[in-house]
């Protein structure tokens, strides 16, 4: 079969999308979808397909139940993140004893420090004592192992801990192309769950958690 000029310039473009697509682990931007049950429940979920919906112990499901969600967030986040500077909102009434070391430490590490302040509000209220069931200590809610892995001596000290926080945050928003939901997905479930997922996981806690985070991170925008 004789190709055209215009056939051959098309297969060209569809061999090289194929080849692109072979080397991008994750999606650029994930897509989140919402279902809401009866008694007024909300899930998240990035595969809504009835498979998962059996693992988060939901009813029988199409992708037809599910919704697409878009979260109010500046999609001009998904390059480089905002220079730092940020905003009060209300309550919890001590936030902003700890505007002037946020500033400080995310000028050093290039982390725009609305985010940092959204995952101290989702982690820990800014409860600088604040301990987990699993162990998890301080304002970013640094897990022992974590801990160790950044040099954090004293994890209930607040400036310590924001300092290990945001380093092991701006580590995973670099192993994530500067996708901040999926850096705010590993910084919960783990970069290996968000890495075998391809995207962000299934898991009731991360998917509310990543959708938490990004509501305060708008809030403290705007």
Excluded at 79 to 106: H, V
Aim: proline share 8%.
């Amino acid at each position: 079969m004789k190709l055209t000029a215009g056939t051959s310039r098309y297969l060209l473009f569809a061999v090289t999308l194929i080849v692109m697509s072979a080397f991008l682990p994750f999606p650029l931007r994930a897509e989140i979808f919402k279902y809401v049950e009866k008694d007024g429940s909300v899930h998240y979920t990035n595969t809504p397909t009835y498979a998962q919906s059996k693992a988060v112990n939901l009813p029988p499901l199409t992708q037809a139940n599910f919704r697409k969600y878009f979260p109010t967030y500046n999609t001009t986040s998904y390059g480089r993140l905002r220079s730092p500077g940020f905003y009060r909102t209300s309550n919890p009434a001590n936030q902003a004893a700890y505007d002037r070391n946020i500033k400080q430490i995310c000028g050093l590490y290039g982390v725009d420090c609305n985010l940092v302040k959204a995952v101290i509000r989702a982690e820990s209220g800014f409860n600088p004592a604040a301990v987990s069931p699993k162990g998890a200590k301080g304002l970013m809610q640094l897990m022992p192992g974590t801990s160790r892995d950044l040099g954090v001596i004293d994890p209930l000290d607040p400036r310590e801990n924001i300092d290990g926080g945001a380093r092991y945050l701006r580590r995973m928003l670099d192993m994530f192309g500067n996708n901040p939901m999926l850096a705010l997905a590993a910084y919960n479930a783990g970069p290996e769950a968000v890495i075998a997922w391809g995207g962000i996981p299934p898991y009731d806690e991360t998917q509310v958690y990543v959708k938490k985070v990004m509501d305060f991170y708008d809030r403290y925008r705007y």
